[in-house]
């Protein structure tokens, strides 16, 4: 039994070893980085930024590589299903892996099993504007307007997104009515506000700082707890038509499970550093992108309350996109 023991120790000894050693080679050649959405995006944006400058600091070759399709679900796959040796990370977000699991019946992935969290990279809440000329400027007009007959009409990126599951979860919390009108992208929806088709639209703050500065769309709202410090003139919904409310777009960096936590801990500290050097958050927050860091596990703690959070939310929809 003692042997036994004692075998099992050296095991265990030679494993950390192992580890320790992996991350001090580590990384002995190219990561390449996941990115779910086409260039110009958003999460590209971020994503480029942070491959850069761990490239430029670090001498490391961190290759960022588009996978787009399926609303980011394809390269959450590939990441997946690859080899767990820190050579492959991906840029996952709150739209794709919070929502694809519930939404889709096959997704090829399992956001709480099949990835070890890095780090959260940035923060950017979703932001209510509407046309410069509207009547709809403060958060009371939307629910004045929802409340009509006619509805409020409401512009979202897409049947499943944050912003469409969000404002049906706002309708059938406040018993008003929300007509949900999606498109393919940000810029089509926020055309059609302009041109006074569509009463608003529910973006990110990234996706739409440039027309509120300016002045083609009048920021009503954010949804975060806290006001953006990119609109810090805009109030919450939380400060007055629906107290608690808290919805961000995130992005956060993750491995396939089984990555050794060396390597992940070494992702994790280099990160964070890319994400407080002055450079990298004088660009991010131009963008209305708050960067974040942190733990793994606090990470990891946050992706798990958040993923369930929308468990309810889309189970409360009833939206399914198979």
């Known amino acids: 039994m003692k042997a036994a023991i004692n075998f099992l120790a050296v095991l265990l000894f030679a494993a950390c070893a192992a580890g320790g050693a992996a991350a001090q080679d580590y990384p002995a050649r190219p990561i390449r980085l996941l990115i779910p959405f086409p260039p110009g995006g958003g999460t ?3 994503s480029r930024v942070v491959a850069t400058k761990l490239s430029d600091t ?5 290759v960022p590589e ?7 679900n394809i390269a959450i796959e590939a990441a997946a299903k690859s080899p767990p040796d820190g050579y492959t990370i991906v840029m996952g977000q709150s739209d794709n892996m919070m929502l694809g699991p519930w939404l889709y019946a096959n997704v090829g992935y399992d956001t709480l099993k099949s990835f070890v969290p890095i780090v959260q990279v940035s923060v950017t809440p979703l932001a209510i504007v509407s046309a410069a000329q509207s009547a709809l400027v403060a958060p009371a007009d939307l629910l004045a307007r929802a409340r009509t007959s006619a509805g409020l ?10 912003g469409h599951l969000f404002g049906d979860h706002l309708a059938r919390s406040t018993g008003v009515q929300i007509l949900q009108v999606p498109y393919k992208g940000a810029a089509p929806a926020l055309a059609d506000v302009m041109g006074g088709q569509v009463d608003v639209a529910i973006m990110s703050v990234a996706s739409v700082l440039g027309l509120v500065k300016s002045g083609k769309l009048h920021p009503v709202a954010v949804t975060s707890a806290r006001r953006s410090p990119a609109l810090p003139n805009t ?3 939380a400060e007055s038509v629906q107290p608690g409310t808290d919805v961000s777009v995130w992005l956060g960096l993750f491995a396939p499970a089984g990555t050794p936590a060396a390597i992940v801990a070494r992702l994790n500290a280099e990160v964070n550093n890319v ?10 927050t131009a963008q209305g992108v708050s960067p974040v860091g942190g733990t793994p596990e606090a990470f990891a703690e946050f992706v798990r309350a958040d993923y369930e959070r929308w468990g309810r939310i889309v189970k409360a929809s009833g939206v399914k996109l198979d």
């Open 153 to 162: 009409s409401w512009a979202n990126a897409g049947n499943g997104s944050l």
């Open 66 to 72: 588009n996978r787009p399709g399926a609303a980011g």
């Open 58 to 62: 670090l001498k490391w070759s961190v």
């Open 275 to 284: 994400l407080r050097a002055p450079d990298v958050v004088e660009k991010l």
């Open 235 to 237: 109030p919450t919904l």
């Open 44 to 46: 590209d944006f971020v």
